[in-house]
């Protein structure tokens, strides 16, 4: 079992930035890829970015390729969504989420999911 805090979300306006957070509880945290996912008022979620447990390279959804970096921190059992360059668009609210394959994008690839913390981008 594997449980997940968020935190990080805010208020932001258009252009700016936030970094959001996601504590995972456990020893096995190394064993998990571990992502983003954000959703919409109206609208399903989607994929944002994830970090396989493989070690191998990040990959993200093409709406924030170049705008967002996803790292994670095994010490910590940490991993973080740095977010630059903001739009409107972006508001959402933000999960967090724990699976164990590789390069997954859809929800069906991940097992564990966080409670989510709100993002709102202002233009």
């Known amino acids: 079992q594997v449980q997940l805090v968020e935190s990080g979300g805010g208020l932001v306006q258009a252009g700016g930035s936030l970094r959001l957070s996601c504590a995972a509880s456990?020893?096995?945290?190394?064993?998990?890829?571990m992502g983003w996912f954000r959703q919409a008022p109206g609208k399903e979620r989607e994929f944002v970015a994830a970090?396989?447990?493989?070690?191998?390279?990040?990959y993200y959804a093409d709406s924030v390729k170049g705008r967002f970096t996803i790292s994670r921190d095994n010490a910590k059992n940490t991993i973080y969504l740095q977010m630059n360059s903001l739009k409107p668009e972006d508001t959402a609210v933000y999960y967090c989420?724990?699976?164990?394959?590789?390069?997954?994008?859809?929800?069906?690839?991940?097992?564990?999911w966080g409670q989510g913390t709100q993002v709102t981008v202002s233009s």
């Open positions: 970090v396989p447990r493989s070690g191998g390279s990040t």
């Open positions: 989420t724990a699976g164990t394959y590789d390069y997954g994008t859809s929800r069906s690839s991940y097992d564990y």
């Open positions: 456990g020893r096995t945290f190394t064993r998990y890829t």
